[in-house]
């Protein structure tokens, strides 16, 4: 599981209230992301890290913004949670296998915004 | 832009082996085909990747054709737990993974 772990894992708020999520790798890998899942869309990416403090967009970034302040940790905010957030949340962590970059999941976070 | 095309679901009986198409016209030199699934309610999990050759593991086996635009992904012995959406990606190194919707594959006893 590439010692990936999210908190929390479950969680409900209400609309324009601020979320934090996190997202907790053991193994101090450089590269790490957040992607939400929605029926229909698969899974899209909201932003990435490749290192302390050095973060970029995605194709979803609108309404959520991120930091990483130690290479363990890659946490979302979303400041105002709206219901159009409503959604599964991954992290994930890049792997180098061959030389050859490949990504591994987290368990996922499971947001409702009321 | 996922750049890949597949079927929305197959079936697939127990025991038999599951051949999961994936069509990816549009193919560069220097992109991978990557292989994930997705359990219910699971992270996506990594299986198998390749660029012109065929590969195979513990999981599954990848067949990528001459032209490399398609490629198929072979479970030998499906079994229930086999049941997941499965995703084909290409991907150049360093590029953002793009996850299309995926086949859904059920394995029926």
């Known amino acids: 599981d590439a010692g990936i772990t999210q908190s929390p894992r479950h969680k409900v708020t209400e609309t324009g209230t601020p979320v934090t999520l996190r997202c907790h790798q053991t193994?101090?890998?450089?590269?790490m992301y957040w992607y939400r899942q929605d029926p229909g869309h698969g899974l899209r990416l909201i932003h990435y890290s490749y290192g302390v403090k050095d973060t970029d967009k995605g194709e979803v970034s609108d309404g959520y913004s991120v930091s990483r302040s130690k290479t363990e940790d890659f946490l979302l905010t979303l400041e105002s949670a709206t219901s159009s957030q409503t959604s599964v949340y991954f992290c994930a962590i890049s792997e180098s296998i061959g030389g050859l970059e490949t990504q591994y999941f987290g368990p996922g976070t499971r947001l409702l915004v009321l | 832009d996922a750049k890949t095309t597949q079927p929305p679901s197959m079936d697939c009986a127990e025991g038999r082996a599951a051949n999961l198409p994936c069509n990816h016209s549009t193919i560069s030199g220097n992109e991978y085909v990557y292989w994930y699934r997705q359990i219910h309610s699971q992270g996506p999990q990594y299986i198998i990747h390749?660029?012109?050759n065929n590969e195979t593991n513990e999981m599954a086996s990848l067949i990528i054709t001459e032209d490399r635009k398609s490629s198929t992904l072979i479970l030998p012995h499906a079994t229930l737990r086999d049941t997941a959406v499965y995703y084909c990606i290409v991907n150049q190194m360093g590029n953002q993974f793009y996850f299309g919707t995926g086949t859904s594959l059920t394995v029926i006893p």
């Open positions: 390749g660029l012109k």
């Open positions: 193994e101090n890998h450089r590269y």
